[in-house]
């Protein structure tokens, strides 16, 4: 489900005082061998420690990595009658459910009986005409207008009562100019393919993906048939677990309504791309992305993950990760295949509000030791930016070229332009004259609006360095990131002087990369790509470590995320972050707010006031978080404090209501009625839904 998939680093759901069951593993079909069996050994341990802190009752995880596969169970399938979970226990897959479909889909318009540029109602006539026309590929991709109306609940709904519901709601939203991730727009594709073929989404399925290709553990999920090692589900209720409420997920049929199990998804990420069950053609159509009329790749985080036909891709350290997960009461699936590392990692649990990806990530990590995520810091806003490009242009170009096994382009007067492109807005000059405007051409950079100039930069780089150094040398570049990548084709092409002047950086870039280069190749060395920042760590070490490593770089390690991640000692976690990485506006935000808890409120101002001045968008733009700040201060009668720091949000902020709604409710504190008036009136200009809020204040001012 979509807030499953919006966060790249889910936050953990609380679960107060609940105890969890004791979790062991129960494992089926290992291939032993003494090379992974100690890495093994160290993840499982990391599970039963992560399930404690998650508080989930039953887990399954497994990986194909070349010709190995493990699958594994942790916990309890069944918590009242503790049955364990195991390797083919068989969870709700829920939104996965959707890459089937997809493939589905693709099937029938190789076979010429469906064109994804055919309107809906060509196939599935008793879903009525909408204001505009709906393409079955604008219903894969999640731009065909929001379609909405196949809830889930407690009763069987055949899929025409399914179809009737989401006719009820027509759509508001002009198909293709968007992306907006629903459910519906597939169960009405997979009533379509009921329609075309006249057998159930679940025959068809059977018959032209199961069994095919061996999945003899999934199907549609029934509250009434038996599934053998069907699982339990869970939620959380006042922070206690309880069993969830009875579902029928059969009207999420062409969405979500899949059972299966772990080995099951990893057999089907191994076999889909094999040419049993589509051709090459139809496989490269379903990973092609594809944008919004306006000109930006759909998807979550406005395109930054593709959302193609059925399937998630995004860049994983410069690679290609295809992807897809799914969320329901009582379920947490995900499946990710890395191809450059002929791997695949499969999870299901038996709970829905948990952090799936550090489960995902912690198994990569061990299985190529590797780090899952390359993140550069660097001091400055417009060095940042700069980090942002280099980063964006390697990794979409990496992955496109990849995905498309050549560059995006080989014209040279196309590559002159985006060549050129990328120079403008990597120039430190061009960024301190005018910030906000390159930082908008950065973000397009990506995106066909611009002309995908980052994309044929990248991809052309990535072709180059390919081209001279090989395929072996190239891998390196997940492992030690953009950096390198532009230094070496830096070097690449200063000793070939045939290369044209329009495909090389400018100078100033060729400084700044030089320098960078040198410096992460000290910070980001092998101690700090093995660096693993968990609760447990003694931050002090870390800190005598790192504080001289990072003195004089001007790029290095970030390392901000796992420190104001930690639950324990979380004190000295931040502090440190705030040591390492002074320019950081959420660490300094965040050992504010750590600070206003200590009652330390002047050095805790000041702490707020320069993550305003650094980032005037970052956690002044949470407005839960600044309500618990405000109200901090004002308990503790820093009045005129809470006044400063107002007054500069709405420096940088002139147009957030909730800025100067705080700023009416300080005014009227002190008494200060006119000016506790005129703020009012400007809160409820910008937003008139506050009315309720700011109207019995307003009766305390004005007589």
């Not at 929001?146 to 709601?169: C, D, H, L, M, N």
């Not at 209720?237 to 080995?263: A, C, E, M, W, Y």
């Not at 897809?324 to 009582?330: C, E, L, T, Y």
């Not at 390359?374 to 417009?382: D, L, T």
Request: proline content about 5%; glycine content about 8%.
């Amino acid at each position: 489900m979509l807030r499953n998939i919006r966060k790249y680093i889910y936050s953990s759901f609380l679960f107060g005082c609940l105890v969890c069951p004791s979790v062991f593993p129960q494992t089926v079909t290992v291939k032993p061998s003494d090379r992974d069996a100690d890495k093994l050994r160290i993840f499982e341990e990391f599970v039963r420690r992560q399930m404690e802190k998650d508080k989930i009752p039953g887990l399954t995880i497994g990986f194909y990595k070349d010709d190995y596969t493990w699958v594994k169970g942790f916990g309890y399938a069944d918590l009242e009658n503790k049955l364990p979970a195991h390797a083919e226990s068989a969870y709700r897959l829920a939104s996965i459910t959707k890459t089937f479909t997809g493939v589905a889909i693709l099937q029938l318009v190789e076979q010429g009986k469906m064109s994804l540029d055919g309107e809906i109602q060509t196939y599935l006539p008793s879903y009525p005409k909408q204001r505009w026309p709906v393409t079955v590929k604008q219903l894969l991709t999640h731009t065909g207008g929001g379609q909405q109306g196949g809830w889930v609940g407690p009763t069987y709904a055949s899929p025409k009562e399914v179809v009737e519901r989401i006719a009820r709601f027509p759509i508001a939203i002009e198909p293709g100019t968007r992306f907006d991730y629903t459910t519906s727009g597939y169960n009405l594709l997979g009533a379509a393919i009921e329609e075309v073929t006249k057998l159930s989404l679940n025959d068809y399925f059977k018959k032209n993906i199961f069994e095919p290709l061996g999945l003899k553990d999934t199907r549609m999920d029934s509250v009434r048939d038996l599934i053998p090692n069907r699982v339990r589900g869970y939620e959380v209720v006042d922070g206690q677990i309880k069993n969830i409420l009875h579902i029928d997920v059969n009207s999420r049929f062409g969405g979500g309504g899949l059972t299966g199990t772990v080995p099951d998804l990893l057999r089907w990420a191994r076999s889909v791309d094999d040419g049993r069950v589509l051709s090459k053609e139809s496989i490269a159509l379903m990973y092609t992305p594809i944008a919004t009329r306006g000109g930006r790749y759909v998807g979550p985080h406005d395109g930054r993950w593709y959302y193609t036909l059925g399937w998630i891709q995004f860049r994983f350290n410069g690679q290609l990760a295809i992807y897809n997960d799914g969320g329901q009461f009582g379920t947490n699936t995900a499946l990710i295949r890395i191809p450059a590392k002929s791997m695949a990692i499969a999870f299901a649990c038996n709970i829905q509000d948990i952090d799936r990806m550090v489960y995902l990530r912690r198994l990569y990590e061990i299985l190529t030791d590797e780090p899952s995520e390359i993140r550069i810091f660097a001091r400055s806003n417009s060095d940042r930016a700069i980090v942002g490009a280099l980063d964006s242009t390697f990794g979409y170009g990496a992955i496109y070229f990849e995905r498309a096994k050549k560059a995006f382009t080989i014209e040279e007067q196309e590559l002159a332009k985006a060549f050129a492109y990328f120079n403008r807005v990597t120039d430190r000059d061009v960024l301190a004259a005018d910030y906000q405007s390159t930082m908008e051409a950065i973000d397009d950079g990506r995106h066909p609006v611009a002309g995908d100039p980052f994309i044929k930069v990248g991809s052309y780089i990535a072709m180059k360095l390919r081209e001279k150094y090989g395929a072996e040398h190239c891998r390196r570049y997940s492992l030690v990131g953009p950096i390198p990548f532009f230094a070496d084709y830096l070097e690449l092409y200063k000793a070939d002087q045939n290369t044209p002047r329009q495909l090389r950086f400018n100078a100033g870039f060729e400084k700044l990369i030089a320098k960078w280069n040198g410096d992460w190749r000290t910070t980001w060395n092998d101690e700090m790509r093995n660096l693993k920042i968990t609760d447990q760590s003694d931050f002090d070490a870390i800190g005598r470590k790192l504080k001289p490593l990072f003195a004089d770089a001007e790029v290095y390690p970030d390392f901000i995320d796992p420190l104001l991640s930690i639950d324990r000692a979380a004190a000295n976690a931040v502090k440190l972050a705030v040591e390492l990485y002074p320019q950081s506006a959420r660490a300094n935000g965040r050992w504010g707010r750590y600070l206003l808890v200590l009652n330390q409120h002047e050095e805790a101002l000041s702490y707020l006031k320069k993550s305003l001045e650094l980032r005037p968008d970052g956690f002044a733009s949470n407005r839960n978080g600044w309500s618990d700040i405000l109200r901090k201060l004002l308990e503790a009668g820093k009045v005129d404090d809470t006044l400063s720091l107002l007054n500069l949000a709405i420096e940088h902020h002139p147009k957030e209501a909730h800025f100067h709604a705080g700023l009416c409710y300080v005014y009227s504190r002190k008494d200060m009625k006119e000016k506790a008036t005129e703020a009012c009136n400007k809160a409820l200009e910008i937003d008139p839904n506050l009315a309720p809020f700011l109207r019995e204040l307003m009766k305390r001012l004005v007589p």
